[in-house]
């Protein structure tokens, strides 16, 4: 297994270039670790990486759980595995865009519902500490619990506790998981529509 980690520009939020990479609504970043990223490190470090998208996972926290999600959403092509972390699926996505004019909140609120299934495999895990003013920008569409139990919601997922204290946060050995989970070879693959 290669982890392979990529630094944000920078910043935080709309405006920002961190907001313009991970969290615009298109498949630009997936196309850019693909064409750019992935290449230079097949050269440098002498590996052959797979294509096939059963073999690869797209993996984020916060801002990166989001651009993990979106990777494979728009690229499922590239990626049918996707671990994120207390995923930012709020409305951070700079600059605006009028296709996705709520950012990642499109996901559960217009993107799910009545797209066509894709074969993703999905691994999300939320803990509600990291976010102590969900709303602070005042939009309805900054509280990470909200936009994870939505979309929890449109997957038929009915395990998500109400309750966000019951989420906690990760341990390692959760993490270990996670990946094991998502990269396994010849595992099943879950669709998400």
Request: glycine fraction near 10%; include cysteine; charge should be negative.
């Amino acid at each position: 297994m290669i982890a392979i980690g990529i630094a944000s520009g920078g910043g935080d939020a709309q405006g920002s270039e961190r907001g313009l990479e991970y969290n615009t609504m298109s498949g630009l970043y997936a196309e850019f670790v693909e064409k750019q990223v992935l290449p230079r490190v097949e050269a440098e470090a002498n590996v052959k990486l797979t294509h096939d998208p059963d073999g690869r996972a797209t993996m984020g926290l916060s801002s990166g759980g989001c651009a993990a999600l979106v990777m494979a959403w728009y690229h499922p092509d590239l990626y049918h595995r996707v671990l994120a972390y207390s995923a930012d699926l709020s409305n951070q996505q700079w600059p605006y865009n009028p296709e996705t004019p709520h950012g990642a909140w499109e996901f559960p609120e217009h993107l799910f519902p009545g797209s066509p299934v894709k074969p993703i495999r999905l691994w999300m895990e939320l803990g509600d500490a990291n976010v102590l003013n969900p709303n602070v920008m005042r939009d309805n569409m900054h509280d990470y619990m909200a936009a994870h139990q939505r979309l929890a919601a449109e997957l038929g997922n009915t395990d998500l506790p109400e309750s966000r204290e019951a989420l906690g946060v990760c341990s390692a050995i959760t993490v270990l998981g996670a990946i094991c989970y998502a990269t396994l070879a010849g595992s099943e693959t879950m669709s998400i529509a």
